[in-house]
């Protein structure tokens, strides 16, 4: 077994920890499970506090431009009050579920762009150290899959995906930040909109599904963004033709004159503030910026381009690499940004 972080707070001789997930993408609200696996080192210490952290690479965007970093969305105790003897291997096993706003980070077991990770958490003898840190990954809840599946079937295809720092005005969002996942139009919308981004809110009973249209101007009349929303339940699933429903989601959507919410102040709390949680990496400088009115989906220029992952195929919203992102590579983007976080005042406890 190699045990991947020394625990560096706890000094030379120190206990080592090695978090092993079990195999497999987990769904939102879905049980993640795994073991913490401590390697004693040089003298007993007491193990006070075993935890997990969720954390989640988010941008923020501000009036000056834009930076990404790392937010914690989740914490949990796992384990703790015991003795770990010199040289003495012990396993944790845990079993936590994840919340249900959980964004999605692969689709048809192709990663999207999202970069998500495991980070564990030991204290010893009052320290606390960052230890291991492992890549997470989540699969769609059948209800999002059948929606997107349906957008592919239907013609869009997927352009890319991020995560946004914010609150969707009008919604019952509950984590810190929301994902986008950005569309080119199926060809009989190409006309009327640039593209189209759908962000999921799922909650144990269903989920809003939050539509934008980055439609083009007319010849007397500018482009505009409109926005809607839909509610659905997890049972809907089997239960609905969802080609038809989706598509009169987008007919309902492309129609709008006024966007639902265009002007609602998404209180974007200052990302660097204490107990934010969010670590920063920025390429705009490190300016902070106070709450402002957005709205959802403004600064669109501003997003990454994703991953340049894949097109729609008739069998669905297909994701393809393409030169982009693959799966290896997400995994060492989330040590490369995660482990750089502990160094650039990211926080803590």
Same mark, same amino acid.
């Given at each position: 077994m190699?045990?991947k972080?020394l625990?560096?707070?706890?000094g030379a001789?120190?206990?080592?920890?090695?978090t092993?997930?079990?195999?497999?993408?987990?769904?939102?609200?879905?049980?993640?499970s795994g073991?913490?696996?401590? +390697?004693?080192g040089?003298?007993?210490? &007491? $193990? =006070?506090?075993?935890? /997990?952290?969720?954390? @989640?690479r988010?941008?923020?965007?501000?009036?000056?431009?834009?930076?990404?970093?790392a937010?914690?969305?989740?914490?949990?105790?796992v384990?703790?009050?015991?003795?770990?003897?010199?040289?003495?291997?012990h396993?944790?096993?845990?079993?936590?579920s994840?919340?249900?706003e959980t964004p999605?980070?692969?689709l048809y077991?192709q990663?999207?762009?999202?970069v998500?990770?495991?980070?564990?958490?030991l204290?010893?003898?009052?320290?606390?150290d960052?230890g291991d840190l492992?890549?997470l990954?989540v699969?769609?809840?059948?209800?999002?899959?059948?929606v997107?599946e349906?957008?592919?079937?239907l013609?869009f295809?997927f352009?890319?995906a991020d995560?946004?720092?914010?609150?969707?005005g009008?919604?019952g969002?509950?984590?810190?930040?929301?994902q986008e996942i950005?569309?080119?139009?199926?060809p +009989?919308?190409?006309h009327?909109?640039? &593209? $189209? =981004?759908l962000?999921? /809110?799922?909650t144990? @009973?269903g989920m809003e599904?939050?539509?934008e249209a980055?439609?083009r101007?007319?010849?007397?009349?500018?482009?505009?963004?409109?926005l809607?929303r839909?509610?659905?339940?997890?049972?809907d699933v089997?239960a609905r033709d969802w080609n038809?429903?989706?598509?009169?989601?987008i007919?309902?959507l492309v129609?709008h004159?006024?966007?639902y919410?265009s002007h609602?102040?998404?209180?974007?709390?200052?990302?660097y503030a204490?107990?934010?949680g969010?670590?920063?990496?920025s390429?705009?400088?490190?300016g902070h910026?106070?709450?402002?009115e957005?709205?959802?989906g403004s600064?669109?220029?501003?997003?990454?381009s994703?991953?340049?992952?894949?097109?729609?195929?008739?069998?669905?919203l297909?994701?393809g690499?393409v030169?982009g992102?693959v799966?290896a590579?997400?995994?060492?983007?989330v040590?490369?940004f995660?482990?750089?976080?502990?160094? &650039?005042g990211?926080?803590?406890?």
């Amino acid at each position: 077994m190699v045990f991947k972080r020394l625990l560096g707070a706890m000094g030379a001789g120190g206990p080592s920890v090695d978090t092993v997930l079990d195999g497999g993408a987990v769904a939102p609200g879905g049980i993640l499970s795994g073991q913490v696996h401590l +390697q004693g080192g040089s003298a007993d210490v &007491e $193990i =006070e506090h075993i935890g /997990l952290e969720l954390i @989640a690479r988010v941008e923020a965007e501000y009036e000056d431009g834009e930076s990404e970093g790392a937010v914690v969305f989740e914490r949990f105790t796992v384990g703790g009050g015991f003795r770990l003897a010199e040289q003495e291997r012990h396993s944790v096993p845990f079993s936590v579920s994840l919340p249900w706003e959980t964004p999605v980070s692969e689709l048809y077991g192709q990663p999207l762009g999202i970069v998500l990770g495991v980070r564990t958490e030991l204290a010893v003898a009052g320290a606390r150290d960052k230890g291991d840190l492992d890549p997470l990954a989540v699969r769609p809840l059948p209800v999002q899959e059948a929606v997107l599946e349906a957008l592919g079937q239907l013609g869009f295809g997927f352009k890319s995906a991020d995560l946004e720092h914010g609150h969707i005005g009008g919604t019952g969002q509950q984590l810190p930040f929301y994902q986008e996942i950005e569309l080119t139009p199926a060809p +009989q919308y190409a006309h009327v909109v640039n &593209e $189209i =981004e759908l962000t999921f /809110l799922a909650t144990p @009973a269903g989920m809003e599904i939050v539509l934008e249209a980055d439609k083009r101007g007319g010849l007397f009349e500018p482009g505009q963004d409109a926005l809607t929303r839909f509610t659905v339940s997890h049972h809907d699933v089997g239960a609905r033709d969802w080609n038809s429903e989706v598509d009169g989601w987008i007919r309902q959507l492309v129609e709008h004159r006024a966007s639902y919410g265009s002007h609602a102040t998404y209180g974007h709390a200052d990302p660097y503030a204490a107990g934010s949680g969010y670590g920063h990496h920025s390429a705009h400088g490190s300016g902070h910026a106070s709450d402002h009115e957005s709205g959802h989906g403004s600064g669109h220029e501003g997003h990454r381009s994703g991953p340049g992952l894949g097109t729609a195929v008739a069998a669905g919203l297909a994701v393809g690499v393409v030169g982009g992102l693959v799966a290896a590579e997400v995994v060492d983007e989330v040590g490369d940004f995660f482990e750089g976080d502990d160094d &650039e005042g990211g926080e803590e406890d």
